[in-house]
Every structure is written in C-alpha cells, then in structure tokens.
C-alpha cells in the first residue's frame, strides 16, 4: 500500500527525501495522503501549501497542486488561494515555528474567520532546519541552541489556541499514532471551516540530542506512553492523567464558513446595482 501511494502521489524525480533519519515527519505525511486517498479526491481538487522549515519540504515531494511560500506566511497565501476558487480543498502543512511563531498572527485571524483551510502542523517542538532553536512549543526548561541552559517560555498548547482562535474542527495525535492521523485529517477536511490537526512528531536530531531523550525509538515510545485518547481519558482521574497529553477528536462545532459570507455579500451588491 505504501508503495502504491508514493507511484500515485509523489514526485519521483524529488525522492528519495532529505528527513533526518529517525524523524516522524515521513510517517506523517504518509497519513495525510492517506487521508486524502482514501476520500476520492483527485490530485486536480487539492492543493496543498506549506512556509518554510522542515515539514515544509512535503509539497515539494507531492505530485498535487503545490506552493512552497514565504516563512509563516502559509496560512496567507492558503486564504488567497481559497477566496480565489472556493472548490479547492486547500491543506496547509507547517511546523510549530512556522505556525506559531512566526505565522502565529495568522493562525489566529484564519481560525476566527472560519475559513475552509485544513491546517496540519508537524510539531517537532523545535526550529529543526535552522539550528534547533527552540520554539513556542518547546516544552518549558527544555534546550535549544538559542536556550542552552533551558527555555524559560511557557509553552503553545496548540489545539487550545486554535479552539479559542475560533477553529470548528481541532484534533491532535502523534507520528507513533499514524492511523488516528488519517481519521482527524479526513474528519478535518470534511469539515466546512477552519480546521487544525496537531501531529506530534519526533525529532532525535536536534530536541532529541540537545534534552538527552535517546533515540528515535526511545522518542516514539514516549508518544506511545504518554498520549492518551481523549475517550479513553474520561475514565481516569486526574492522578493518572499527570503528565500525559490528549489525543483524538478534541473540539468539533458548526459555523458560517467565510467564503460562503463572502459570495453573500457580493451576490447582495450585485443585485443592488
């Protein structure tokens, strides 16, 4: 199956890929184009856009309609891309600095506005192609090349800022939970608005060296340990849920879409004129 995907949708001649060995980011993109084969789509309704950083090297690889844009400024080009032919699906792929960071201002107008962007972050917790510094979801005390001796930010809880932002679909899961990515990011996508899937990933390069995490397999059993469905967390007590983090379907609600408003709008001048 892995194999048909990658005949079906990535660019042979851009393979094989630059990941670090060891990182999640492969793993995640493969749920993504899952995720979009397994809901018929053809390559000609999607576009996919990225920023700039490590995940942002996927719609290099994909055989769709792609734009590789300007550090944080995805989510921008994403809403022109969308206001411009409302039929495309439009997915975002971004990391945590690209997202929240830099583009943190318009992760937030986009949520408000309800648009019907996809958007996925590949959260490595950490600037992996620029050095490792660290970045609005590295865990606080953790280091970074630009905190060596721990970083005394608190950390992004990203689906909560998403939600609170105004986003209609959130939902969170990890590279070692590769299949719960598939469902979030169909769910997502079937979703009329603006939706947010957080996929935790794992970088043993950078975070991983800098905060003596062990290896890849050392960092995926972590993920394996310490995510719990948010199902599952609603028959524990607050004492075993310690230190853990949800994963699963997190907040889901029905809103005007805004390009829908939009051709409201236009379509109410018009018949004025």
Same mark, same amino acid.
């Given at each position: ?7 079906? @949708?990535?660019?042979?001649? /851009? ?45 290099? &690889? ?5 734009? +590789? ?35 943190? $201002?318009?992760?937030? +107008?986009?949520?408000?506005? $309800?648009?019907?962007?996809?958007? %996925?972050?590949?959260?490595?917790? %950490? &600037? ?5 510094? @660290? ?70 390069? @950078?975070?991983? /060296? ?7 397999? $050392? ?27 949800? %994963?699963?379907?997190? &907040?889901?609600?029905?809103?005007? =879409? @805004?390009?829908? =408003?939009? $051709? ?8 004025? /004129?």
């Amino acid at each position: 199956m892995s194999s048909e995907l990658v005949k079906k @949708y990535f660019r042979y001649n /851009r393979l094989p890929h630059i990941w670090c060995p060891g990182c999640g980011h492969g793993i995640i993109l493969r749920s993504v184009v899952e995720a979009i084969d397994e809901l018929g789509y053809s390559k000609d309704e999607i576009c996919i856009v990225s920023g700039i950083g490590c995940s942002s090297r996927a719609p290099g &690889y994909l055989d769709f309609n792609t734009l +590789h844009t300007t550090h944080g400024r995805a989510l921008a080009f994403a809403t022109g891309i969308k206001m411009a032919n409302p039929n495309l699906k439009v997915i975002v792929i971004t990391g945590d600095g690209d997202c929240a960071a830099i583009g943190g $201002n318009h992760l937030i +107008h986009a949520a408000r506005r $309800n648009i019907d962007i996809t958007t %996925i972050v590949f959260n490595n917790n %950490i &600037y992996g192609m620029t050095g490792g510094q @660290y970045s609005p979801t590295t865990p606080q005390g953790e280091k970074g090349t630009t905190a060596p001796y721990g970083n005394i930010d608190k950390n992004f809880n990203l689906c909560e800022l998403a939600k609170a932002a105004g986003a209609t679909y959130v939902g969170r899961s990890t590279a070692y939970h590769a299949k719960l990515i598939t469902k979030l990011v169909k769910d997502a996508i079937q979703n009329k608005g603006f939706s947010f899937v957080e996929a935790v990933s794992v970088c043993p390069t @950078y975070y991983g /060296r800098k905060n003596k995490k062990g290896n890849a397999v $050392n960092m995926m059993k972590f993920l394996k340990d310490n995510a719990v469905n948010v199902k599952a967390a609603k028959l524990l007590d607050e004492e075993q849920l310690k230190g853990k983090f949800l %994963i699963g379907e997190l &907040y889901k609600s029905i809103e005007p =879409e @805004y390009t829908d =408003e939009y $051709n409201k709008i236009i379509n109410s001048f018009q018949k004025e /004129r």
